[in-house]
């Protein structure tokens, strides 16, 4: 099983989509499914860093009077 800091965040997602599925099914055994939820819980806060790190790049572009590009500005999501 590949560590968890060396996946992508589609990786990241795709597996715990997985493991959303598995816990839903209600096929796995109490000790698997307390492992299941902890890798769960590990993929999810990669998945929200990987995001967190994306937001922090973004930036607008800024227009001038006559619409011509003018420059970058940080996004805000607000």
């Not at 096929?27 to 995001?51: F, M, P, Q, W």
Request: hydrophobic share 35%; with cysteine; glycine share 8%.
């Amino acid at each position: 099983m590949k560590p968890v800091s060396e996946m992508s965040f589609e990786e990241a997602l795709r597996e715990l989509e997985q493991v959303v599925g598995q816990l839903e099914s209600g096929t796995v055994d109490l000790e698997n499914s307390i492992k299941i939820y902890e890798r769960g819980a590990d993929l999810k806060k990669h998945c929200e860093a990987k995001l967190a790190q994306a937001q922090a790049r973004i930036e607008q572009i800024t227009l001038a009077e006559g619409g011509q590009p003018a420059g970058t500005a940080p996004f805000d999501a607000k």
